[in-house]
């Protein structure tokens, strides 16, 4: 058994800071209230019913991993908003039409609560969308100083004990990684000149880790994977994780490829192809912001498959995303692939997927379970890239020195092993040999 890692207990109120506040926010608001008056089970979220396999199959022991892990409890939890548009949480969810009346009505009084201050925002990043809910400043020094006058406020009117920052907001377009962002000391300068490749979601990381508060980069574009703030993450030992929450197509991309990657069959291409018409369908067609998705969909199978060591499989793989905003699906997204994959002899085969999902629904256990992870992190005085966590993201964080994993089961071995070396227990390989009879 491994040495237990030292954790502090998760006391106090735990405050959630979330830029942006559509159709995922308003979701996984109106989720946790109903959680929390015991009105729906917290269906799809890992460490609320998740178990955990500790020790050899033959002990049995298959805890939920809220019971041996120490995570905030989910009355704990006081969140604090940003956005464009100054409508509460309530008339936010309506016109997201994510949930049906019957859903939205019980929590009323708690959605209507919940305004959101307003947002660092600048259209330039996101041009299909356009606010008056907005910071007024000169530079983005000025918005930071704003938002840690907003935190700092939040923090003393709900007795906080310690927060977490979540992006939610929408897809801001690409951005190349630039001189201002190499350092902590350029960048500084670049807030303090309003450089224009700093964008909005950089400038909430920003203040974020320099307040030691963890960030999570829930969207794919460039943000607090720029290398200043994975520096300011280290020295200030916070914890970052990001990018892009893992939750339709791609969801099931990194569930599909691994098994027909582990079965050496090839693959000629995959074509895919998404229709929705939320608030996110909306910014993405915009050409800016969907390459910095379109980058994010791409990585998955060239990381998964290795084209580079099974070239005669994957070698020549033809690989294509669409997505497509298309205004009456509203948050019901539509994800279909066509796989042309080969085998035995080379004979052709298909596979074809139709997967009519609710991207918001998807998103707001992975939202819950991220929060609860990473403070569990920085209550572990696990700080910096939480590779661990890369079962949640499209895109995963890592070192430098090495690619991502985006294999779905390689992910949550890892995330579970994870959880297992801080309690002490230890980790589970899958070898088996214990369990077997071996003659010379």
């Known amino acids: 058994m491994n040495q237990k890692i030292k954790i502090k207990e998760p006391k106090g109120r735990l405050g959630v800071l979330i830029p942006g506040m559509g159709a995922v926010t308003t979701t996984f608001l109106a989720g946790i209230e109903s959680i929390r008056r015991r009105m729906y089970p917290p269906y799809g979220s890992l460490t609320q019913m998740g178990h955990i396999r500790l020790g050899r199959r033959d002990e049995k022991r298959q805890p939920l991993i809220k019971d041996v892990i120490p ?26 039409r994510v949930l049906a009346n019957e859903q939205l009505d019980p929590v009323k009084d708690f959605l209507t609560s919940m305004k ?75 807030l303090k000149a309003n450089n224009e490749s700093i964008s909005p979601s950089m400038v909430y990381a920003y203040t974020a880790l320099k307040n030691k508060i963890p960030f999570i980069n829930g969207a794919p574009h460039l943000s607090c994977d720029i290398p200043a703030l994975v520096q300011l993450a280290d020295q200030t030992g916070v914890p970052v994780a990001g990018k892009d929450y893992k939750t339709g197509q791609t969801l099931i991309k990194t569930m599909i490829a691994p098994g027909l990657k582990s079965r ?17 369908g909306e910014v993405l067609d915009d050409p800016g912001s969907f390459k910095s998705k379109e980058v994010s969909k791409l990585s998955v199978l060239d990381n998964i498959l290795q084209p580079d060591v099974y070239p005669e499989l994957y070698g020549n793989m033809y690989h294509k995303v669409r997505i497509n905003y298309y205004p009456p699906r509203g948050d019901e997204k539509e994800g279909w692939d066509n796989i ?35 403070d569990l992190a ?10 661990w966590l890369s079962f949640y993201f499209k895109f995963p964080m890592t070192a430098r020195s090495v690619y991502p994993e985006h294999d779905l089961f390689i992910q949550i071995t890892k995330l579970k092993n994870t959880l297992r070396y801080l309690i002490g227990e ?8 214990e369990y077997c009879n071996y003659y010379n």
């Not at 995570?71 to 997201?96: Q, R």
């Not at 085969?349 to 256990?365: E, G, T, V």
């Open 264 to 280: 050496l069959l090839g693959i000629d291409g995959w074509f895919s192809t998404n229709i929705l018409g939320n608030r996110d």
């Open 116 to 190: 959101p201050l307003e947002a660092v925002f600048d259209q330039r990043y996101v041009k299909k969308l356009s606010g008056s809910h907005v910071k007024q400043g000169k530079t983005w020094w000025d918005k930071h100083l704003m938002l840690e006058d907003d935190i700092g406020k939040f923090a003393d009117t709900h007795s906080i004990s310690r927060m977490v920052m979540i992006w939610c907001g929408s897809t801001e377009a690409y951005l190349e990684p630039s001189e201002v962002h190499q350092n902590i000391d350029a960048f500084e300068r670049g």
């Open 71 to 96: 995570l905030a409890d989910l009355n704990d939890i006081v969140c604090c908003t940003w956005d464009i548009f100054p409508d509460n949480a309530y008339e936010a969810a309506k016109n997201a």
């Open 378 to 387: 920085q209550q572990a005085g696990m700080g910096g890239i939480q590779e």
């Open 340 to 374: 042309d994959i080969f085998g035995w002899m080379g004979r052709k085969m298909q596979i074809k997927i139709n997967f009519l999902c609710r991207d918001s629904i998807l998103a707001a256990p992975v939202i819950l379970d991220l929060i609860l992870l990473i």
């Open 426 to 433: 230890d980790l589970i390989t899958h070898l088996g040999i």
